[in-house]
T-cell receptor, first 114, second 111 residues
Framework: SQTIHQWPATLVQPVGSPLSLECTVE??????LYWYRQAAGRGLQLLFY??????ISSEVPQNLSASRPQDRQFILSSKKLLLSDSGFYLC?????????????FGEGSRLTVL | GIQVEQSPPDLILQEGANSTLRCNFS?????LQWFHQNPWGQLINLFY???GTKQNGRLSATTVATERYSLLYISSSQTTDSGVYFC?????????????FGKGTLLTVNP
């Protein structure tokens, strides 16, 4: 069966510090991978998605970036965090193909920027 | 892109009560899913239901794709049902890789 894990689960970072959140999927190959952010107030915002190694699409201009160095690994990064980057970050995967298939989420990473 | 509207935004129930949550879409429904976000933040898949009706225990869902809405029924609610319920669907007319979420229904079930 397929599983998705992301880490760290919780982190507190000072403004201006770097960020690296990692997500891995097991039990499938060539998945679509996604990073979502949930700020206070519930809404889920798509940040990045990837349909293959090295292929990243950005949805919202910001100081975050994403990379996919391996088929089942997705990394969210920042060189310098802003206060507004605080939130709950969720990694997700779906079966490659796009038109059909369920989206499955990791456990989430709660980021507080002070 | 597609617009997803959920109602009600907030719902408070007594344990044992039934409820219906609704999701309306501005465009054709392609790949509808219902999720439950528990108090720890984890998003749990409830239903993948592009059309028709599915049931899983006390929960069931119905999607009427031609009329662009979906309903989630919770019967005999329990305190563990508390949390936020989201519906989501793929954008149509643009990238088919992006799932667009409604703003959620916050359900509180009191003992």
């Amino acid at each position: 069966s397929q599983t998705i894990h992301q880490w760290p689960a919780t982190l507190v970072q000072p403004v201006g510090s770097p960020l690296s959140l990692e997500c891995t999927v097991e039990g499938t190959s060539n998945p679509n991978l996604y990073w979502y952010r949930q700020a206070a107030g519930r809404g889920l915002q798509l940040l990045f998605y990837s349909v293959g190694i090295g292929q990243i699409s950005s949805e919202v201009p910001q100081n975050l970036s994403a990379s996919r160095p391996q088929d089942r690994q997705f990394i969210l990064s920042s060189k310098k965090l802003l206060l507004s980057d605080s939130g709950f970050y969720l990694c997700a995967w779906s079966q490659f193909g796009g038109y059909t298939g369920e989206l499955f989420f990791g456990e989430g990473s709660r980021l507080t920027v002070l | 892109g597609i617009q997803v509207e959920q109602s009600p935004p907030d719902l408070i129930l007594q344990e044992g009560a039934n409820s219906t949550l609704r999701c309306n879409f501005s465009d054709s429904v392609n790949n509808l899913q219902w999720f439950h976000q528990n108090p720890w933040g984890q998003l749990i898949n409830l239903f993948y239901i592009p059309s028709g009706t599915k049931q899983n225990g006390r929960l069931s869902a119905t999607t009427v794709a031609t009329e662009r809405y979906s309903l989630l029924y919770i019967s005999s609610s329990q305190t563990t049902d508390s949390g936020v319920y989201f519906c989501a669907d793929f954008n149509s007319g643009g990238s088919n890789y992006k799932l667009t979420f409604g703003k959620g229904t916050l359900l509180t079930v009191n003992p």
